[in-house]
């Protein structure tokens, strides 16, 4: 255990919001400092923090929704019992600063570290706030954004407050190597197309390439992370085509050998392929059941060249075959996603937690 500064680190729910932080917890414990975890009780998100040799407390947390539902009334008692077991936790332990990487499990560590006197600092990956990043910002020291444009999206009272870091990626994804992504595909020099729809995978995505596998192995190596839900569903793999229900230690390996991604577009899968020069053709989760965050980090990419948005199951094939065929399309939206991912995300939060100490 490290006995330099203590910081406490708050978020989960999802791989979404406990990678990053990672990222930003590995630039600090270079600097000497000492990280332990805040997160909710699921067994995923221990299991991700305490693999990255962090010190883990679970607590109570309650979903937050901006609609109505009767699970609301249920979650209030869950989030009071998760602020006060965030407040002993911290009392105890005495961190000189908590760093919320958001979901709706940050919210009562933060609100918590607030009531006793601790600074907050959080972070929002996406191109727009969540609701638990807008209740977050009301008690944090500092608020850091990934996008430039993002700035606007808080009340003019609060620039003040505000920083412009980029993403956290962990550090593997800077490193990586193709060669070793070949290797572990059993593929030489054929183009790889990886298909991502996130862990729990996107049936949408699914049923595209599914429907159309035999015109896409005729282009690609197609490589696909499909999800638990749908693995019954998947066709049985082949010389052309390589499914998998999730791709762990090897993606960033993997990513880097990737001559083409077609993925959801939640902040982490974006900045991810940004950071090894991936381009992108980008299926936002759209609909009633999310905020849009996915549609408007797709859309910042493709205005950036990065990548190309679509949601029509037969103009998504169309252009994933005329990439094949574009290899100057490819390399100049290779470029473009450089530029984004050359912005080390955890470095900078890494530098304004230790020049905020420092002062």
Excluded at 55 to 72: A, E, V
Excluded at 79 to 84: L, M, S, T
Excluded at 164 to 175: A, K, L
Excluded at 320 to 333: F, G, P, Y
Aim: proline content about 5%.
């Amino acid at each position: 255990m490290s006995n330099g500064p203590k910081i406490a680190f708050a978020g989960g729910g999802t791989g979404g919001h406990i990678y990053p932080g990672l990222a930003v917890a590995a630039k600090l414990k270079e600097k000497g400092c000492g990280i332990f975890w805040i997160g909710s009780n699921k067994e995923l998100d221990r299991r991700i923090v305490e693999g990255a040799d962090i010190r883990f407390f679970g607590i109570p947390s309650g979903k937050l929704r901006r609609y109505f539902s009767l699970q609301n009334f249920i979650d209030i008692f869950r989030i009071i019992a998760g602020f006060f077991a965030a407040r002993q936790i911290l009392k105890k332990e005495k961190p000189f600063l908590l760093f919320s990487k958001g979901g709706f499990v940050s919210v009562p560590p933060v609100i918590a570290a607030f009531s006793l006197n601790i600074p907050v600092f959080t972070h929002e990956s996406d191109f727009s706030p969540g609701l638990a990043t807008k209740i977050n910002s009301f008690f944090s020291k500092k608020i850091l954004v990934s996008y430039g444009e993002t700035v606007s999206k808080f009340k003019p009272r609060m620039g003040k407050k505000i920083a412009i870091t980029g993403n956290p990626v962990r550090q593997i994804f800077r490193s990586a190597d193709a060669e070793v992504g070949r290797r572990f595909l059993g593929i030489e020099k054929q183009p790889i197309l990886l298909v991502l729809g996130g862990s729990q995978g996107a049936k949408e995505i699914n049923n595209i390439v599914t429907d159309n596998l035999d015109t896409l192995t005729r282009f690609y190596m197609v490589v696909h992370q499909t999800g638990a839900m749908d693995a019954e569903k998947t066709p049985p793999g082949s010389l052309r085509y390589k499914p998998f229900q999730y791709i762990g230690e090897e993606m960033p390996h993997i990513l880097a050998a990737a001559t083409l991604v077609l993925s959801r577009s939640g902040a982490g899968t974006v900045w991810e392929c940004a950071t090894v020069g991936k381009p992108m053709l980008l299926v936002p989760l759209r609909g009633s059941g999310t905020r849009g965050d996915q549609v408007e980090n797709a859309l910042f990419f493709e205005r950036a060249g990065a990548a190309i948005v679509q949601t029509d199951a037969k103009s998504i094939t169309q252009t994933i075959v005329s990439l094949a065929e574009d290899e100057s399309k490819l390399r100049t939206m290779s470029v473009s996603a450089m530029k984004i991912g050359a912005i080390d995300g955890s470095e900078e939060i890494a530098r304004l937690i230790a020049n905020f100490r420092s002062n």
